[in-house]
């Protein structure tokens, strides 16, 4: 299962910052955050991750939490490309193996 | 050029037929999976492959499903005798483990009839 849970929708103004939250309260130590994004049935794309810090990439920031429970993606100019959907992920590893489990994501609109 | 790139885009087969899913990634990732995404639902993880092995598969992944990476590059997903609920997009997923990037492809879409 899914150990992330997230809204099912949002909306937000072309121009305007997406702030998507992300909860992972049950997050282990050795676990990394990954976001990714799908648009309609393309392969997901990947967009950011982080472990403690927080991460700045050309096309988004994430915010961890001090705890690491929870968690923030941030598009700084949100446009009607950015429409999708935005899966929070906790990628789970073990010595010889790791796996991105999907939940539901957020359907981000962006709208003019 | 891209990280994955799987074919076909798009196959329709009869019920009960074989089919083969393939994907070449690029040749410095280590780590492979096949995830599938039923219209509508989930992406789910079907298995993972390293080190020429399986090191991890999900409940969906029956004795149905085989992969392989025979010549270590083409890494295949085969369905031995497909049903209707096997209609799904299947990506292949290629990267070089935890705190990197994991590279999807652009998908195969599945059709069974």
């Known amino acids: 299962d899914a150990k992330t849970t997230q809204p099912t929708s949002m909306d937000c103004a072309e121009g305007r910052a997406a702030n998507l939250p992300c909860n992972h309260s049950?997050?282990?130590?050795?676990?990394?955050v990954y976001w990714y994004r799908q648009i309609h049935s393309q392969g997901p794309q990947y967009i950011i991750h982080?472990?403690?810090n927080n991460e700045t990439n050309e096309m988004a920031s994430l915010i961890i939490t001090e705890d690491r429970k929870s968690s923030t993606l941030i598009l700084p100019h949100a446009t009607l490309r950015d429409t999708a959907v935005y899966y929070c992920?906790?990628?789970?590893?073990?010595?010889?193996?790791?796996?991105?489990?999907f939940g539901t994501g957020t359907r981000l609109q962006v709208f003019p | 050029e891209p990280e994955v790139t799987q074919t076909p885009s798009h196959q329709v087969t009869q019920m009960g037929q074989e089919v083969i899913l393939r994907c070449v990634p690029i040749?410095?990732?280590?780590?492979f999976y096949w995830y599938r995404q039923i219209l509508g639902q989930k992406v789910e993880f079907l298995v993972s492959?390293?080190?020429?092995?399986?090191?991890?598969k999900s409940e969906i992944f029956d004795d149905q499903f085989s992969v392989e990476r025979p010549d270590g590059s083409n890494f295949t997903l085969k369905i031995r005798s497909t049903k209707l609920e096997d209609s799904a997009m299947y990506f292949c997923?290629?990267?070089?483990?935890?705190?990197?990037?994991?590279?999807f492809g652009q998908g195969t879409r599945l059709t069974v009839v």
């Open positions: 997923v290629a990267g070089q483990g935890v705190d990197t990037e994991a590279f």
């Open positions: 992920i906790v990628r789970v590893a073990s010595y010889n193996t790791d796996k991105l489990i």
């Open positions: 049950t997050i282990s130590g050795n676990e990394y």
């Open positions: 492959f390293y080190n020429n092995e399986i090191s991890e």
């Open positions: 040749s410095n990732h280590l780590y």
């Open positions: 982080g472990l403690k």
